[in-house]
């Protein structure tokens, strides 16, 4: 790192207002960004650390205006403050591997103009069906998941068929499919964005009751389920207890919760 262009910079941003103490570290940091900004839009180094600087000044200035309140640092909570979405420079397809389909996105930052390349997993939309009995029983089903290699308690639910656009429908199916169960009154009570950092897809939870056994299950060559039918009041011990971990089967349960309290 060149030694001189820190200490002017950290100079220059004293005179802006900045503390003594922070300067020589943020000094480094504008350092830093000025550096990654010129190489990531084709601009000298100058013209990125003066595009810097004059947004901590204005930043500076605004915080010694009395009449205003003071500018708050990057990533400090402002309320007035509103998050702008990045914009698309390109996409390219990186790869399919059957359940997803991954690719890279560069996108430029509205706040600082840096641009990056972000890696997305494009997936089918997936259902999660809260289905209780006659006699007023959750049906779980209990099946081995490969990511965690252990054996787990869940609501039952699956992927989207292509061409499929109707939750409910879904939702249906996979109940029908994994438990042999069927029932009435179906109908969507949620939806998720099961990993908002890396997939694009969503996950709705679909409530039916009145369920009763209607036939036998329908399993992939790949699945192996067992049902298990448990009181609703057990629920909260089988979650906090560790029987119930997987994150979406927990949030498919808890817009149950909150269904149930919107009809009281």
């Not at 100058?46 to 990057?74: C, H, I, K, N, T």
Request: glycine share 10%; proline share 5%; charged share 25%.
């Amino acid at each position: 790192m060149d030694s001189d262009t820190v200490t002017a910079i950290a100079t220059v941003l004293q005179g802006f207002g900045c503390p003594p103490d922070k300067c020589p570290e943020m000094a480094q940091q504008l350092h830093r960004r000025a550096g990654q900004l010129a190489e990531a839009k084709g601009r000298s180094y100058e013209d990125a650390l003066g595009y810097l600087l004059r947004a901590m000044a204005g930043g500076w200035a605004a915080a010694q205006s009395p009449s205003q309140s003071p500018a708050p640092a990057v990533g400090d909570a402002d309320a007035s403050a509103s998050i702008r979405p990045w914009p698309d420079l390109e996409t390219r397809s990186v790869g399919d591997y059957r359940i997803f389909h991954l690719r890279s996105v560069r996108r430029r930052s509205p706040r600082n103009g840096l641009e990056r390349d972000f890696y997305v997993m494009d997936c089918a939309d997936w259902v999660n069906v809260v289905a209780l009995t006659t006699e007023g029983e959750l049906i779980l089903v209990e099946q081995f998941r490969h990511g965690v290699a252990a054996v787990e308690l869940e609501v039952p639910g699956g992927i989207m068929d292509p061409g499929e656009t109707d939750p409910v429908a879904a939702g249906l199916r996979e109940l029908r499919e994994e438990t042999g169960y069927a029932g009435q009154g179906a109908v969507e009570i949620g939806c998720v964005f099961p990993n908002s950092a890396l997939q694009s897809n969503r996950c709705r939870t679909v409530l039916v009751r009145d369920c009763r056994r209607v036939g036998g299950v329908e399993l992939d060559e790949s699945e192996d389920i067992v049902v298990r039918l448990v009181s609703a009041a057990e629920i909260p011990t089988l979650v906090t207890g560790g029987r119930i971990r997987h994150s979406l089967a927990v949030a498919a349960l808890y817009h149950y919760e909150l269904w149930l309290r919107s009809q009281r």
